[in-house]
Every structure is written in C-alpha cells, then in structure tokens.
C-alpha cells in the first residue's frame, strides 16, 4: 500500500512565526511532490511543487525535499492568519497522484 | 493560467434523481481528469480517473454504474451520479493534469482542481 503520512494537526503558530508542516511516504520510487492548501469548503489549490532534493523556495513558502529520508516539508515564513488552511502534501506513486491526509493550520492572531 | 471550471457549484436534488456535475480545463489541455469525493472533515478519496477517448479507471470500492463518467474532449469530463441516495452527498471535486508541463509552478503530472460541487440529496 503506498502510503503519503501527515500530522493531523491541528498545528497553531503565532502571526509572523514560522510554520512546519511535515509528509512522508512510502513509494521509494516517487519522482514529483506537491504541497495543496485547502480552506474550509474549498477545493485544494496547488502551492508549490518539488521534484529534486533539496529547499524550493517561492515568496513565504519554501519546499524542502529529502528522497533518501522519503520526507518532503513546507516552511511557511512570516505566518499570517490567512495562511489558516489544511495543508495537503501528494506524492505521485506510479500513474497517479496520492494525497496525505492535511495537516490544519491555525495562525494566531 | 491552470484554471479548472466546475458546474454546477452546488446541487440539491431528490433522492433517486441523477445529478450530472461538468468539469472543464479552462486555458490547457487535459487528457487525464480526475474525480475526487470529500465528506466533511475528511480527506480528498480519489473515486475515478478520467481518460479522453477511452473507459475511465475506477478506484475499488467506486460504483462504476452508479458514477458514469464520459471524457469526450481534451477539456471536458462529466460524472453522473445516478439513483442518487442521501448518502451520495458529498463535495465532489475534479482536477485536470496539464499534458504540457509548461503551466507556472507545474509539470506534467500535476494536477489542478476545480472548485467543487455540493451534492445534497434530500
């Protein structure tokens, strides 16, 4: 069974901390990683995607990715209360694309 | 760039009644779509994946008679949901995989999604 793990959360930080949210998985040969943000009631919308080792950056976000280890991670830098969302990280695994369970963030005002 | 259309937005229906919910890739082309149900609080089951031209691929446990799923273009996938029960409401959520790579932020095997229907059937 491929497997993509994550904190349930909730996770809370205080406005203008950093957030980490943490996935793993279990399909050893995954080649692309992507972190979805979804608010309530919405559908996900893609944040950023990572495809080789090492930190992706983009604005606030930053994607860090360590194959050896199968764990990849989303830093979100300067947390603002709008950044309060479910944070699903997805993994491809063969032909599709299996997503993990979210972590919810709450930022604090 | 990468925008996914659903329609309708939200549907209440009868139970037994079908609901039939589009989902269209808006600025590329998307020879995979896929069909997604999220109850309340829990995370995204991936029902189906839709191929343009041929049969669509169901997940175990996904009725492939109950939810018919037709991918007749490159930008164009439909589920019907038939006979539809109080249990069958959910919020079902298509995302399309842009073929070129070439989308910001994206390559060829990520997905973007519609914004949802709401099915509630009374």
């Known amino acids: 069974q491929k497997e993509v793990e994550q904190n349930s959360g909730p996770l809370s930080v205080p406005e203008g901390a950093i957030a980490s949210l943490n996935c793993t998985y279990s399909d050893r040969g995954s080649q692309s990683f992507f972190w979805y943000r979804q608010y309530s009631g919405k559908s996900p919308e893609l944040i950023m995607s990572?495809?080789?080792?090492g930190d992706k950056e983009d604005g606030r976000f930053t994607a860090q990715l360590n194959k050896a280890s199968q764990y990849v991670s989303l830093l979100i830098r300067d947390s603002q209360p709008s950044d309060s969302a479910t944070y699903l990280c997805?993994?491809?695994?063969?032909?599709?694309?299996?997503f993990g369970p979210g972590t919810s963030l709450s930022v604090i005002p | 760039g990468a925008v996914v259309s659903q329609h309708p937005s939200w549907v209440i229906c009868k139970s037994g009644t079908s609901v039939k919910i589009e989902c269209r890739s808006l600025d590329f082309q998307a020879t995979t779509m896929f069909w997604y149900r999220q109850f309340p609080k829990q995370s995204l089951m991936l029902m189906a994946t839709?191929?343009?031209?041929?049969?669509?691929?169901?997940e175990q446990g996904v009725e492939k008679d109950k939810f018919l799923i037709n991918h007749a273009s490159l930008t164009l996938s439909t589920l019907t949901v038939t006979s539809a029960h109080p249990e069958d409401s959910s919020f079902y959520i298509c995302?399309?995989?842009?073929?070129?790579?070439?989308?910001?932020?994206?390559?060829?095997?990520?997905?973007?999604f519609g914004p949802g229907t709401r099915l509630t059937v009374l």
């Open positions: 990572i495809y080789s080792n």
């Open positions: 839709s191929n343009e031209g041929s049969k669509a691929t169901y």
């Open positions: 995302s399309a995989r842009d073929v070129s790579g070439l989308l910001p932020k994206g390559s060829t095997d990520t997905q973007y």
């Open positions: 997805a993994v491809n695994s063969y032909d599709k694309v299996i």
